[in-house]
């Protein structure tokens, strides 16, 4: 066995560092701890506290129970004491600890009385060393008092010593995670004097008492019980404190510990027994049960594991299943995987014959364990009549069913016996009572066919083997054969019997990773989390039943964003509820210990990156614990949905990001652009005017005629840069409007060039334009525009060669085609050049304008009904031709032909 985990160097374990870092930025918890009510717990809290308050600590009394005693009330006085939350239970009205006006006030130190108490119906907890425990999670620190007694794993112990049933229990580690333990002690003499003397309860309480619970043998067991504990948390502080500060052994080897337990009485006993023997090894222990393959399902058998599990986890331990058909092999398997140093498990209640041949469980267990310690914890006292142990198995579901089934195949085998003796004088039967056999294994189970064979081996024996009518046999050879048939009888309905319920085990196992893999497949078709959502709760409707509501975080509270039924709300209660499991991470509403009076059960969706929804079901039936194969259908399907949701999420985000990405990229294009573009042509209309009016009278008129000219060219190129960048912004937003009327091509080739040469005199354009162009439908206006951005970007990149505009028709279309004589475009950016802000470069680096042209004309031509490409090279290896395809249309007899 590996020694306890500590480092070889000399440094700190960090373990025990993490353990004390959490308790430093967490509330401090103090449990002043006694063996009985009455040794002066609460008047020592409030003594120390009193203390602290003349120290100038911040000291607030949440809740004290002074029992009217006089001498712990007037330690009271003087205190800031916080008002109790009235509460209406049962028509009375009650007073109970007020959880968020504490919060509110959120002292440096706040009293706490009676740790075990329950809580009211409708308060958030349900017990309230769970309201201390959202107190120390706020930073608040926190004293309590405690009775031995009110211990989860000693519940059972005090019970047995005293004769009272001890209903308010503590888990363990609230008390192994509190900061400091103070045992307030008092011999058994001075308390039954305290008692006598009224200073505990009134007389007549007192007298009953002391017959009864404060006797001196008792008082004597709980208080080594408590001595005994304090001792151990006091040892579990100085290891922790040695850990910490690195200071070197001896170190005990680590243990580990493992619980079996079942669906029976004892198993409770087993988890206490088995918490006890972890605390005082300070050791981790685990509960696990063992579920045989083919075990029919049972919804009793399934609450009382439910319910023991929930014991293990509020003692401080986990929970595990395991399936198999060997017991003994499978719990040996975890152990030794696990590295368990003890198992701990209840009594056998095998017959001899079975311990004999031992196959009881512990018997096993002790044979093949090693060197692993086995306790046995002893069951309840021996029953020594067979019908207490036979009743709790015929009452069981469906034994009833299996026993009639039995007995009505063993007689239809006897009838159709004697029918086949009348006829054919058969000299033996046994086939056709194993046939009934088969057919109560197949049709019933293991059990029924146990039964079936018992009950065939007497009818074949009463009915049919001489002397028939008794149960004597006449032969030997006869006995012989009947035991044979008894054994392959019993041998072969139980084979069958156990085939069958493996049968449908693996039925419901294919039909719950049936569910698992199509609500998979749903999930992977889900593009948006409003997709995975609703596919979530459908599938969870479908499979459980019930309500179901899925909430996502937006802003600071929670929003429904999908429920079946569709219509489903939630009252303030459960929203609180939903908001708890989300920002705890941890489930919260029915069956929890946080706000179980909800009918919901919320469950976070936890992610990589934390909680990212938060699930409520409304159970199918409330009274009842999930069990653990529900358990672990709701597990997997909450775990797809958050890895699916996260997905959608992640999917969404980048979506968004590369949407901000490009409008940043679109932002910085268009400061470029702004930047040379716009300033280019206003510094050359600023330095000619400057030039005017500081030279104009000396200057020629020829020259004030050309600084004239520049700045109506530069005045032309602003306003054309202006128009492109409102043009864009007109279609980014839907704003521009095509007509679809009949256009001329060879009308909006000459308005494009005329208007070219004038604002590019010294740029030749030839123009080539087939003969009986048909008419195209789309804007004039928009389409002029668009031939004229084609050749204002030849001339850019053509030099003194110009432009050739070509028109001609293809079939049902017309091309209209600018080509340059320029470098050409690199086949990678044919592409390029249609998106926004992008242009080509050349020696310097930039070319003269938006980068907006060719991007808007292939918009204005797609509105069209057109398409537009480019092509490089055009002519001669070099050069790039943009071709603009629009589909040719024929005038109605209504509309008017545009002039030739």
């Known amino acids: 066995m590996a020694a306890a985990s500590r480092p070889d160097d000399g440094r700190p374990d960090p373990d025990a560092l993490l353990a004390a870092f959490r308790r430093e930025t967490a509330g401090r918890l103090k449990v002043f701890l006694g063996a009985a009510p009455g040794v002066g717990k609460t008047y020592a809290m409030l003594q120390n506290a009193r203390r602290l308050k003349d120290e100038g600590v911040d000291v607030v009394v949440g809740l004290v129970e002074t029992h009217g005693r006089a001498e712990t009330s007037a330690l009271v006085h003087g205190l800031e004491i916080l008002p109790r939350r009235k509460v209406e239970y049962h028509g009375r009205e009650i007073e109970e600890f007020d959880l968020d006006a504490a919060l509110a006030r959120k002292p440096k130190l706040i009293i706490v009385d009676e740790l075990a108490h329950t809580n009211a119906p409708d308060s958030r907890h349900p017990k309230r060393w769970q309201d201390v425990q959202e107190l120390l999670a706020a930073g608040i620190d926190v004293w309590t008092a ?49 008692l006598n003397e009224g200073k505990v309860y009134v007389p007549e309480t007192a007298r009953r008492a002391t017959q009864s619970f404060f006797t001196p043998g008792n008082l004597t067991a709980l208080r080594e019980l408590a001595l005994r504990r304090t001792a151990d948390r006091v040892d579990d502080q100085m290891v922790d404190y040695l850990r910490q500060k690195a200071i070197e052994g001896p170190w005990a080897a680590s243990e580990r510990l493992l619980a079996c337990v079942g669906p029976d009485e004892v198993s409770e006993r087993v988890i206490r027994r088995a918490s006890q ?58 152990a030794r995987r696990e590295n368990v140093t003890q198992i701990v498990l209840g009594q056998s209640r095998a017959g001899l014959f079975r311990r004999i041949l031992g196959r009881s469980l512990p018997e096993a267990l002790m044979r093949h364990a090693g060197g692993i310690e086995i306790h ?5 006292e021996a029953q020594t009549s067979l019908w207490p142990r036979l009743r709790p198995l015929l009452s069981r579901r469906g034994l009833g069913v299996e026993l009639a089934g039995a007995l009505v195949s063993v007689a ?47 009818a074949y024996n009463f009915f049919f083997i001489e002397p028939v009518y008794t149960f004597t046999v006449a032969q030997p050879q006869e006995l012989f054969a009947l035991l044979i048939f008894l054994a392959v009888a019993v041998f072969a309905g139980s084979l069958t019997g156990r085939i069958r319920d493996q049968r449908e085990t693996v039925i419901r196992n294919a039909e719950v990773t049936q569910s698992l893999y199509d609500y998979s497949r749903k999930l992977s078709g889900a593009s ?43 009252d303030p209660a459960a929203l609180g509820a939903a908001r708890w499991a989300q920002q705890k991470k941890e489930p919260a509403g029915w069956g929890t210990g946080t706000l179980p009076r909800i009918a919901y059960q919320f469950r976070p969706l936890v992610a990589a990156r934390g909680p990212i929804a938060v699930c ?37 985000e980048a979506v968004n990001a590369a949407t901000m990405q490009e409008n940043e990229k679109v932002r910085d294009a268009l400061l470029d652009s702004l930047s040379h573009d716009l300033r280019t042509p206003l510094s050359s209309i600023a330095g000619a005017a400057t030039s005017l009016r500081a030279f104009g009278d000396k200057m020629s008129p020829s020259e004030r005629l050309e600084l004239l000219s520049s700045i109506e060219e530069e005045t032309a190129r602003l306003a054309r840069f202006v128009a492109n960048l409102l043009d864009m912004s007109r279609i980014e937003a839907g704003g521009l409007k095509v007509n679809r009327d009949l256009v001329s091509i060879a009308d909006v080739v000459q308005g ?28 004039d206006r928009l ?118």
């Open 412 to 458: 239809c085998a006897v009838a159709v016996g004697d029918a086949l003796i009348a006829v054919l004088k058969l000299p033996n039967l046994s086939m056709i009572f194993l046939t009934a056999v088969l057919f109560s294994a197949v049709r019933f189970g293991t059990r029924a066919a146990v039964i079936a064979s018992l009950a065939s081996f007497a």
């Open 528 to 570: 948006s989390p409003d997709d995975v959502l609703w596919a979530a709760a459908a599938h969870l409707h479908s499979t459980f039943g019930g309500r179901i509501v899925l909430l996502v975080a937006e802003g600071d509270d929670l929003q429904i964003r999908a429920a079946w039924p569709p219509d489903a709300q939630l």
């Open 146 to 194: 405690l009775n031995i007694q009110h211990l989860e794993s000693l519940a059972d112990v005090v019970s047995r010593i005293t004769g009272v049933v001890v209903r308010e229990t503590v888990p363990d580690r609230v008390l192994q995670e509190a900061t400091d333990v103070v045992l307030v002690d008092l011999t058994p003499d001075e308390l039954i004097q305290r």
């Open 783 to 900: 389409l002029e525009q668009v031939l004229f951005n084609l050749l204002d970007n030849a001339h850019k990149y053509a030099g003194e060669a110009g432009a050739i505009v070509h028109a001609r028709q293809e079939g049902a279309e017309v091309v209209i085609s600018v080509t340059d004589e320029g470098p050409g475009v690199k086949p990678g950016e044919l592409e390029r050049i249609f998106e926004k802000f992008y242009r080509g470069g050349r020696a310097d680096g930039r070319k003269a304008g938006t980068g907006l042209g060719l991007s808007i004309s292939r918009r204005l031509v797609e509105a069209m009904g057109g398409a537009i490409v480019a092509q490089s090279p055009a002519v001669r290896r070099r050069g790039t031709r943009i071709v603009m395809r629009l589909p040719a249309a024929q005038a109605t007899a209504a509309e008017p032909r545009p002039a030739a």
């Open 752 to 779: 494009a060039v005329e208007r070219s040469r004038k604002a590019f005199p010294g740029q030749p354009v030839r123009v080539s334009l087939a003969p009986n162009l048909p008419f195209v439908r789309g804007d």
């Open 616 to 652: 409520g079901f409304e159970p199918h039936l409330a009274g009842e614990p999930i069990t653990a194969e529900d358990e672990r259908a709701l597990t997997a399907i909450l775990d797809l949905t958050a890895i699916a949701l996260d997905r959608a999420l992640l999917a969404r």
């Open 376 to 380: 046995v914890v002893p069951g309840e």
């Open 277 to 334: 023997l972890a605390t005082g090894l300070n050791a981790p222990w685990t509960a696990v049960t063992v579920e045989t393959i083919g075990q029919a399902a049972d919804a009793k058998r399934a609450n009382q594991l439910a319910k023991v599990f929930s014991l293990a986890e509020r003692l401080g331990g986990d929970a595990m299943q395991l399936q198999g058909s060997d017991y003994t092999t499978e719990i040996l398997r975890l």
